[in-house]
């Protein structure tokens, strides 16, 4: 079976904390892995890709721990333009032509 | 580049009718997706198509059709709408998917419906 679970929050935190999310993947076998982000009432927008060495784009880091089959992503230095959900999203390929399986999202509220 | 675009934004249906969500994309992507996802949960695939002329059934496809005849267009068909059916459907299209190419999905706005 192919899943992914998510810590389903919500996390609020103050300005400039910072926060870490996890989530966890059923298939070690699993590709590509991914962070995107849920404004309320909108769609789902892709966040960063996961790569194994982890990596970092401004205030936002993800990591990949396959023999643990979790990925996380920090968030440094939180702004109010941060709240949002952020979903978890696998591609669990490993032969053919498998759509990703997106995981049911940690909402953040970040407060002034 | 308009991307990924679906009508209506809202509609209400009584119990029983059909109707078509209409999505499009301008990318000339060959992949489309069509997912429903319920208050507090996550996006769960209905059907997928992988070109023209191609579908298949995702993790919910019952009660939905879909059908594939331009790369552009990939509309979801309801016939007989249920309360069961009442969420937000959001299309997303890339350019391709699988294992050797990390893609992106994009997104359209959704269209959010009400079956009472």
């Known amino acids: 079976r192919k899943e992914v679970e998510q810590d389903p929050g919500p996390f609020n935190v103050p300005e400039g904390a910072t926060v870490a999310f996890n989530c966890t993947y059923s298939?070690?076998?699993?590709?590509?892995f991914f962070w995107y982000r849920q404004d309320c009432r909108k769609e789902p927008k892709l966040l960063m890709s996961v790569y194994s060495s982890g990596n970092e784009d401004g205030r936002f880091t993800a990591q990949l721990n396959r023999a643990s089959q979790y990925i996380s992503l920090l968030i440094r230095d939180s702004k109010l333009s941060d709240s949002a959900t952020y979903l978890c999203v696998v591609n669990f390929e490993d032969s053919g032509n498998t759509p990703l399986v997106f995981g049911k999202g940690t909402r953040l509220s970040v407060i002034a | 580049n308009a991307g990924v675009t679906q009508t209506p934004k809202f509609r209400i249906l009584k119990i029983g009718q059909s109707m078509t969500l209409q999505c499009t994309q301008d990318?000339?992507?060959?992949?489309m997706y069509w997912y429903r996802q319920d208050p507090g949960m996550g996006l769960k695939l209905i059907y997928y198509s992988v070109g023209a002329g191609i579908t298949d059934k995702g993790e919910v496809p019952n009660g939905y059709n879909v059908s594939r005849s331009t790369t552009e267009d990939f509309p979801l068909r309801l016939e007989l709408a249920a309360p069961s059916q009442t969420s937000v459907y959001f299309c997303?299209?890339?350019?391709?998917?699988?294992?050797?190419?990390?893609?992106?999905?994009?997104f359209g706005p959704g269209t959010r419906l009400t079956v009472l």
């Open positions: 990318m000339n992507h060959n992949y």
């Open positions: 298939n070690s076998a699993s590709q590509s």
């Open positions: 997303a299209s890339s350019p391709t998917a699988g294992l050797a190419v990390r893609n992106e999905q994009f």
